[in-house]
């Protein structure tokens, strides 16, 4: 079992900068990837980016390319996502997501489906 922990949500302005962030704990060793996903009022939850847990292969929805920053600090079992150049669009519950499985191409990794373990959520909140 893998638990995450998400945090650093929070209110920001358009044109603004967070940073949240997913805590795991348990089998973190078993861990092939890690995502971030979010998920916004009467929307389906939807792919932001993913990270290989060991290495440094990323990959990014079209929409957030070139704004946020997928990293992780596997001293502190922890991923990040740096988010810069918010708009009112990015609001959502952002979850943090992991997979257990170190075959499958982490680029591949873009759907709910393919991930075991969520975290609880942390709501991001853009004003216009």
């Known amino acids: 079992q893998v638990q995450l922990v998400e945090s650093g949500g929070g209110l920001v302005q358009a044109g603004g900068s967070l940073r949240v962030s997913c805590a795991a704990s348990?089998?973190?060793?078993?861990?092939?990837?890690m995502g971030w996903f979010r998920q916004a009022p009467g929307k389906e939850r939807e792919f932001v980016a993913a990270?290989?847990?060991?290495?440094?292969?990323?990959t990014y929805a079209d929409s957030v390319q070139g704004r946020f920053t997928i990293s992780r600090d596997n001293a502190k079992n922890t991923v990040y996502l740096q988010m810069n150049s918010l708009k009112p669009e990015d609001t959502a519950v952002y979850y943090c997501?992991?997979?257990?499985?170190?075959?499958?191409?982490?680029?591949?990794?873009?759907?709910?489906?393919?991930?075991?373990?969520w975290g609880q959520g942390t709501q991001v909140t853009v004003s216009s």
């Open positions: 990270i290989r847990w060991s290495g440094s292969t990323t």
């Open positions: 997501a992991a997979r257990t499985d170190f075959r499958t191409d982490s680029r591949l990794l873009v759907r709910v489906d393919q991930y075991a373990y």
């Open positions: 348990g089998r973190t060793f078993s861990v092939g990837t």
